[in-house]
């Protein structure tokens, strides 16, 4: 019984963590702004979270990966620790009413619209002539 509570002792204190730690190593911090104006650049609404899902993380760090190539993104060092952070904003223009509830990065793949993460948010009415900038934000340990 004594190695039997020895072995599950071991196993939360050493593999267990380890696990953990590849597994989740690789994920990015990701923030999300959202800025909603009217026709006359009038201020409407702004949300920010960091709270999205549908998240596609081989699809996330291979576009991270492609970002980065392009070597215009700031890495930090923090406490030893050494940071990129990847930033990238969208606007969208709309010419018709709707509610907008949902802002997500879609990727092409094979002349496939594919949802690599999304940020589900309260939702808004959008009038014509309206913009919504949307800005993505991702921090990763390199």
């Known amino acids: 019984m004594k190695l039997l509570i020895l072995g599950v002792i ?3 204190v050493f593999v267990i963590p380890i696990v953990y730690a590849e597994t989740y190593a690789e994920i990015p911090y990701v923030f999300v702004q959202i800025i909603h104006k009217d026709y006359d650049g009038n201020l409407l609404a702004y949300l920010q979270s960091d709270r999205v899902t549908d998240a596609n993380l081989d699809m996330i760090n291979e576009m991270l990966e492609h970002e980065s190539a392009r070597g215009v993104d700031p890495i930090y060092q923090i406490n030893g620790n050494i940071f990129q952070v990847i930033t990238r904003e969208s606007t969208l223009h709309f010419d018709s009413p709707l509610m907008y509830a949902s ?5 092409d793949v094979d002349d496939e619209q594919v949802i690599v993460l999304r940020l ?3 939702g808004f009415r959008v009038l014509p002539g309206d913009t919504i900038k949307i800005i993505w934000i991702f921090s990763r340990s390199v």
């Open 10 to 12: 071991i196993l939360f």
């Open 103 to 107: 802002s997500s990065l879609i990727q």
């Open 120 to 122: 589900p948010h309260d």
